[in-house]
C-alpha cells in the first residue's frame, strides 16, 4: 500500500493549520497589545500622582472626580471589550489546535508512519502555543485604593473648636499596575541595564525551546538524522535545560502572592491568555518528545 497519497494529506493539512492558527494567532496578540493599551490609559488617569497631587480635585472635589471616573470608565469599558474578544479568539485557537491534533491522529492512526505524524503535529502546535505565549500579556497585577480618605482634622487646645477638613477621593486610585508579556518584560530588562538577567530568561525560555523545536523538527523530516544518537541526547539535554516550565510556576506563585498580599490597600491579580499558552507549550512540548522517542524506537525496530 502507497502512503504517499495520504503523507500529502497529511503536510496540506499542516500547512493549512498553520496558516489558519497564524491568523487567528496574529488577532489574539494584536487584542492583547489593544487591551493593555486601555488599561495603561484607564489606570494613568485614576493614578494616585493625577489624582492626590492634583489641586483641581482636592478644590473642585466631586465636580472634577466625576469627569475622571467618566473618562475612565470608558476606557475600562474598551479594555473588558477587548479582552473579551481576546479570551474568545483564544478559546478558538485552542479548540481549533485541539480538532487538528485529534482528527489527525485518527486520520493517520493507521499510517506506517503515524508516531512520527504526530510528533510533527505536536511540534507545531507547541511552536505556535509558544509563539503566541511569549507574545500575549501573561500576568497582570495592581493595587490601588477605593474611596481613599485622607484625615484633615485639628482641634483648638484652647477653645476646644474642632476642625475637619478630610478629603475622600470617591472611586479607585491606582498605586502600581503592571501588565507584561515575556517579550515586553526582557526588553524592559534590557532597557534598564540588567542585561545578564534579560539574557538568561531569553535563553531559558524562548532560545532554547525553539531549537529544541526545530532539532525535533529536523530530526523528524530526516530518516538518517534520527539515526544519530548524539542528537537525540541534545534534544534531551535542552530540555533539561529549558526553564519554560520554571517559569510557569513562577508566574502562578507571584499571581497567588500578590492576590493576597495583606497591605492595608487592595490588591488584584489577574492571569491573562499569555501564560495558558505558555503552559501548553510546556504540556505538549514534552508530549512530543514522547511522540519523537516512540518513533524512533519505532523505525530503529523495523530497519
Known amino acids: 500500500m502507497s502512503t504517499k497519497p495520504k503523507s500529502g494529506l497529511y503536510f496540506f493539512n499542516l500547512i493549512l493549520f498553520i496558516a489558519i492558527s497564524g491568523f487567528i494567532a496574529f488577532h489574539m496578540i494584536s487584542l492583547g497589545a489593544s487591551y493593555k493599551k486601555e488599561m495603561v490609559r484607564y489606570v494613568e488617569i485614576l493614578n494616585f500622582e493625577q489624582r492626590l497631587l492634583n489641586a483641581k480635585e482636592w478644590a473642585l472635589g466631586e465636580w472634577e472626580a466625576k469627569d475622571r471616573r467618566e473618562l ?9 471589550e477587548y479582552l473579551e474578544l481576546s479570551n ?3 478559546t478558538v485557537f485552542g479548540l481549533f489546535c485541539f480538532l487538528f491534533l485529534i482528527v489527525g491522529w485518527m486520520v493517520f492512526r493507521n499510517h506506517t508512519v503515524a508516531s512520527q505524524f504526530n510528533s510533527i503535529s505536536l511540534v507545531v502546535v507547541s511552536a505556535m502555543c509558544l509563539i503566541v505565549g511569549i507574545s500575549l500579556p501573561m500576568l497582570e497585577i495592581g493595587a490601588y485604593s477605593h474611596d481613599l480618605t485622607i484625615p484633615l482634622k485639628w482641634t483648638d487646645p484652647v477653645f476646644g473648636y474642632k476642625l475637619d477638613m478630610s478629603k475622600t477621593f470617591q472611586g479607585d486610585m491606582y498605586y502600581y499596575y503592571q501588565n507584561k508579556s515575556i517579550v515586553e518584560l526582557i526588553g524592559i530588562l534590557f532597557k534598564s541595564g540588567n542585561a545578564l538577567v534579560a539574557i538568561a530568561i531569553m535563553s531559558f525560555s524562548i532560545i532554547m525551546p525553539v531549537i529544541k523545536l526545530i532539532l525535533s523538527l529536523v530530526m523528524l523530516s530526516h530518516a538518517d538524522i534520527r539515526k544519530k544518537k548524539f542528537l537525540r541526547k541534545l534534544i534531551g539535554k535542552i530540555g533539561k535545560w529549558s526553564m519554560a516550565d520554571v517559569f510557569v510556576a513562577a508566574c502562578f506563585l507571584a499571581y497567588l502572592s500578590f492576590y493576597n498580599m495583606n497591605t492595608g490597600i487592595s490588591t488584584e491579580a489577574n492571569t491573562l491568555p499569555g ?3 505558555f503552559l501548553a507549550y510546556c504540556v505538549l512540548s514534552i508530549i512530543s518528545s514522547m511522540y ?8 530503529l525496530e523495523t530497519a
Open 88 to 90: 474568545w479568539h483564544s
Open 292 to 299: 519523537l522517542e516512540k518513533a524512533v524506537e519505532k523505525e
Open 72 to 80: 475612565a470608565q470608558e476606557h475600562l469599558d474598551n479594555a473588558n
Open 275 to 277: 501564560l495558558y499558552f
